[in-house]
């Protein structure tokens, strides 16, 4: 096992950008595919291959890549390379008051744009959703947050992060993939 992480470091120091957009999108296709199996009882016949490539989609391209970006901005320019727990809060704060909302109403958006809907739908589903969506982050990610930014070194805060959110994403896969009214 120690020689799979060792593995994985030296991929993630040689390749951060891509192991964690990599990860991040396996992660969230994951999450989707938990969700549409254990949580929405769909059999391999029902089961939307397109939905999970959409997930994954999502995670390779914007929230791995963005995630990365974001804790190295929260730890150069908020927290000054800091980790006491004044310079933790101050990450959590923004982190929670400035990403998660607009990453929340970019997903939303982004996959109702990936399944081709109609901008009023799309609009519909967010002030269907999104508050719901947002007070179920408040009750998970502050917490995890606070683990993260205190207890795990930088290179693996997307991990970490993604390691929990495959719980969330199941939980965002299921309640976006209720029908547009």
């Not at 120091?13 to 938990?34: E, F, N, R, S």
């Not at 939307?48 to 994954?56: G, P, Q, W």
């Not at 909302?101 to 939303?108: G, T, Y």
């Not at 495959?166 to 029908?179: A, D, G, Q, V």
Request: hydrophobic share 50%; net charge positive; glycine share 6%.
């Amino acid at each position: 096992m120690s020689s799979i992480f060792r593995a994985y470091q030296r991929i993630l120091m040689k390749h951060p950008t891509k192991v964690q957009a990599l990860q991040t999108g396996v992660l969230m296709g994951a999450g989707d595919a938990v969700a549409q199996t254990l949580i929405e009882k769909r059999n391999f016949k029902e089961y939307d291959f397109v939905r999970t490539v959409r997930f994954f989609g999502i995670g390779f391209c914007i929230a791995g890549p963005g995630l990365k970006v974001w804790y190295g901005f929260l730890d150069k320019h908020i927290a000054k390379r800091k980790t006491g727990p004044t310079a933790v809060l101050k990450k959590v704060f923004v982190d929670q008051a400035v990403f998660a909302p607009s990453f929340l109403a970019c997903f939303v958006v982004l996959l109702g744009t990936l399944e081709m809907k109609p901008w009023n739908s799309i609009r519909e589903k967010l002030n269907r959703d999104y508050f719901d969506i947002l007070v179920s982050n408040y009750k998970v990610w502050p917490a995890v947050q606070l683990v993260n930014f205190y207890f795990v070194p930088l290179q693996y805060q997307v991990l970490f992060v993604q390691i929990v959110a495959l719980f969330w994403n199941t939980y965002l896969s299921w309640k976006t993939s209720k029908p547009f009214e």
